[in-house]
């Protein structure tokens, strides 16, 4: 019997979003039913805060200006004709920010034998917690199509050596935890290819997540050499 597929992930940065579509049988070749007339609620300690408007294939979004508070647990509730209501609930963590971003040469060799760009930053762990953390590197490229020019982020793939670097996160980060260093500060460095540097701005990223969500990027996208 086919069962609702609620996906959704939320920041502090952004109104609320989900996706919402039906299971469909493992020989069933084709895509996932979009759920359009469903309903969608955002709990906050069993309160509604907000309702989703579907917007386009199964897409809902939060129309109201209310947005996710860090320390928040809330509970995203699903519910359409004809299916069992499905529930998701998750913590909105503590953004951590970066300290003393740095690139500079290395002497060490890339994977493809490459002189290679060293990129490190530091964190300031908060204690008493765990803490969940992916870290990117990208380089904002442009494309023109006269008379516009456009600007999109071009994930670069990092090298690494750091044995709390765990998993491959969408194939332009790194996930890690704070298992071994859970309220101290700690230096992180990758390398890439000296190319990387010639061709425009670096930019490193670090968004704090949940075990859920770490757990979830780690089923979904399969853990590969960052090469």
């Not at 597929?5 to 940065?13: E, G, I, K, M, Y």
């Not at 309160?47 to 860090?70: A, C, F, I, N, Q």
């Not at 998750?90 to 300290?99: E, M, N």
């Not at 870290?135 to 456009?150: K, N």
């Amino acid at each position: 019997m086919p069962v609702l597929v609620l996906n959704s992930s939320f920041t502090p940065d952004s109104v609320w979003q989900a996706r919402l579509t039906s299971s469909i049988s493992i020989q069933d070749t084709g895509g996932f039913p979009e759920i359009t007339d469903g309903l969608i609620l955002i709990e906050d300690n069993g309160v509604v805060v907000d309702t989703l408007t579907h917007m386009h294939k199964g897409t809902y979004r939060g129309l109201s200006p209310r947005r996710p508070e860090v320390g928040h647990n809330y509970t995203v509730r699903a519910s359409a004709n004809g299916y069992e209501t499905v529930t998701g609930t998750d913590l909105v963590p503590t953004p951590v920010q970066i300290l003393t971003p740095a690139i500079q040469d290395s002497a060490e060799a890339g994977p493809f034998e490459d002189w290679s760009a060293e990129v490190s930053f530091s964190i300031d762990d908060p204690g008493n917690e765990n803490n969940y953390y992916i870290a990117y590197i990208y380089r904002m490229d442009t494309f023109i199509s006269f008379p516009d020019t456009f600007y999109y982020p071009n994930p670069i793939w990092p090298s690494i050596s750091d044995p709390i670097f765990e998993f491959d996160a969408n194939s332009n980060g790194v996930m890690f935890t704070d298992a071994s260093f859970n309220g101290q500060t700690r230096n992180l460095r990758m390398l890439i290819s000296d190319y990387e540097t010639e061709n425009g701005v670096l930019y490193i990223g670090l968004s704090t997540c949940t075990e859920h969500y770490l757990s979830l990027i780690h089923i979904s996208e399969p853990t590969r050499p960052l090469y």
